[in-house]
C-alpha cells in the first residue's frame, strides 16, 4: 500500500492520522483553522489557489 494523504479543515483528518489510517495530513485553512491541527499537519494548505 503506498501514501494516503487526507486534506481538510476539520478535526476527522487530524483524528485519521493519530489512528494511522493515513500518512500525511494537510490542513486547509481557508474557511477555519484550529490550533491542534496546525500543530499536527503535515503541510498547511490556506486556500486552493
Known sequence: MGN????G??????EALQGG???QFY???E???RQVE???A????????
Open 27 to 29: 490542513a486547509f485553512t
Open 4 to 7: 494516503i494523504f487526507i486534506s
Open 42 to 49: 503535515d503541510r498547511i494548505a490556506p486556500s486552493v489557489d
Open 21 to 23: 489510517s493515513v500518512s
Open 38 to 40: 496546525l500543530d499536527n
Open 9 to 14: 479543515c476539520i478535526y476527522v483528518g487530524y
Open 31 to 33: 474557511n477555519e483553522d
